[in-house]
């Protein structure tokens, strides 16, 4: 494991100055430690950190690599980071990988691709290496990137892998990156800092304090190599926190609660929905898609002083999961499809303020979508509203607006229901369902946190999370069981079942007049 961190000048340039590294041979034998320094780093400045490591002397009487950024990425990163595959650690990753690059290009596919490599032609020409890789980061949030070695012009032995699909077929060697601040968000939903991970995960040491930043001083190095201390030690909680988890899911590959969520479905035998849905026709999918709104937020009165009441709901997305009767679509072996239009409009008809309290009125919500000629309905729809028309920079968002059409559109029955409360519902010319069949035979008990266990052939997974949680609460259990518990069940019961993915078209040929 090579674990980094890099200081840099405090001008908007927030050019690299120096950092330091550490090498383990499993999580607490460490075998190599060291500073790096800018290529170009003043005089001054590098016999500040020459005196250090002169003076420089631990309790074993091991010593400190002093190296410049060029050495570091040829003689640590490289045969380290690369060659012997190991796990390249850092506490917000693409920052200090950023730091040690010499240059960068947007990415194919979306990005940016960092050069950390040179070498120099026999005429003393610099040159980006042709035989080593760059990396990409791709940033899908603050929280979250995907981070990857991309391929290198020439693959041999030392930079394929075999992949696991067994065709027998090589691919190039794509790193594996743990961005700790990552890895802290998948398991908290919290995005914190360095020092509050620690503080989250118990930590007996926090982050160091300095007076300044962005000069080289003794006093600043200590303080650099105890955030890569305090890294590793952050490393440790959070993999001993992971090892809890009975998933099959790489610490790096986790970027968000939901990907745990997801893991755990796995555990369970339980595959995506869309999977055990071979039997419906990819026209009702796609009317699905065109339904899915996703969260909105909603102000109808701005700017006016009204008074308000505060209302609060225990676990909002797990108790609307439940009262859908979601559970049974998880659980299922399979799904149809069947003509809701009459029931739809029975209960559009029957909905009201006092029907929506009764629990079992919600099962007759799920899973239908229906056809509609909206004539001014209040109804939720996806526009980039505040933008010009004619830029296509502007942010898509979801708001609730009188809609007009002169064609007709797909909406959630749910949705008709919110237009009814608010003043009138549309038309539903149409209405199509979907409903569970069956119960699939790949289910199996999970153990939550390795410390609650269930089955979902018999339990909602996302209630008895909640449910187990307010048992813990009530007889002042562990309080990281009771957080995991919450985060599993409120990441699990939505947003993971339906996405939207943007993609970039791809480069089209065009033909030139170059007269």
């Known amino acids: 494991m090579l674990v980094f961190d890099f200081e840099t000048r405090i001008d908007p340039s927030q050019r690299l100055t120096f950092g330091s590294y550490r090498v383990y041979r499993s999580t607490d034998r460490l075998v190599q430690e060291g500073l790096v320094y800018a290529d170009d780093l003043p005089p001054v400045d590098l016999g500040v950190l020459e005196r250090y490591v002169h003076d420089y002397a631990d309790d074993r009487g091991g010593r400190l690599r002093l190296m410049s950024r060029t050495d570091f990425v040829n003689a640590v990163l490289w045969p380290i980071g690369y060659e012997a595959r190991a796990l390249i650690v850092g506490y917000n990753l693409p920052f200090d990988l950023s730091r040690l690059a010499v240059g960068w290009r947007p990415a194919r596919e979306g990005g940016i691709t960092l050069k950390l490599w040179q070498t120099v032609s026999a005429d003393g020409e610099v040159r980006d290496h042709r035989w080593r890789p760059e990396i990409r980061v791709r940033a899908l949030d603050p929280r979250r990137q995907f981070i990857e070695f991309t391929g290198p012009m020439k693959l041999d032995a030392n930079n394929r892998v075999l992949l696991g699909d067994g065709t027998g077929a090589w691919a190039f060697y794509r790193g594996r990156f743990l961005d700790l601040h990552t890895l802290a968000f998948a398991l908290t939903d919290r995005n914190l800092s360095l020092d509050a991970a620690a503080g989250v995960f118990k930590l007996a040491e926090r982050k160091d304090v300095v007076e300044q930043h962005g000069e080289v001083t003794e006093a600043y190095v200590d303080y650099n190599r105890q955030d890569v201390h305090l890294t590793w030690q952050l490393f440790v909680a959070l993999r001993t926190e992971w090892d809890l988890h009975p998933i099959d899911l790489d610490p790096e590959q986790a970027m968000s609660p939901a990907g745990i969520a997801k893991g755990y479905l796995r555990a369970a035998g339980i595959s995506p929905p869309l999977a055990r849905a071979t039997a419906i026709d990819p026209l009702v999918h796609g009317r699905f898609m065109v339904a899915y ?35 049974r679509w998880l659980a299922a072996d399979s799904f149809e499809t069947y003509d809701a239009t009459g029931a739809a409009r029975r209960v559009l008809h029957e909905a009201d303020r006092e029907r929506l309290l009764e629990p079992t009125f919600w099962g007759d919500l799920a899973g239908v979508v ?123 019961a939505y947003g993971i079942f339906a996405e939207y993915r943007a993609l970039a078209p791809k480069p089209q040929s065009v033909a030139v007049n170059t007269r």
């Open 293 to 327: 709104l996703g969260g909105r937020s909603e102000e109808r009165v701005r700017r006016v002083p009204l008074p308000c009441v505060y209302t609060d709901f225990s676990s909002m997305y797990v108790t609307t999961f439940s009262l859908l009767g979601f559970d």
């Open 370 to 492: 229906c056809r509609v000629r909206p004539a001014g309905e209040l109804l939720p729809a996806r526009s980039r509203w505040d933008a010009d028309p004619e830029d296509d920079a502007g942010a898509w968002t979801i708001g609730l607006n009188a809609i007009t059409a002169d064609q007709d559109i797909w909406f959630a029955l749910p949705d008709l229901i919110v237009a009814k409360l608010h003043c009138r519902a549309p038309e539903i010319l149409e209405a199509i369902g979907v409903r569970a069949v069956g119960t699939a035979p790949t289910l199996r008990p999970v153990e939550l946190r390795g410390e609650v266990t269930v089955d979902p052939r018999h339990r909602d997974l996302f209630r008895t999370a909640i449910e187990e949680r307010a048992l813990l609460k009530a007889r002042q259990g562990t309080h990281d069981l009771q957080q995991f518990l919450k985060t599993f069940a409120n990441s699990g």
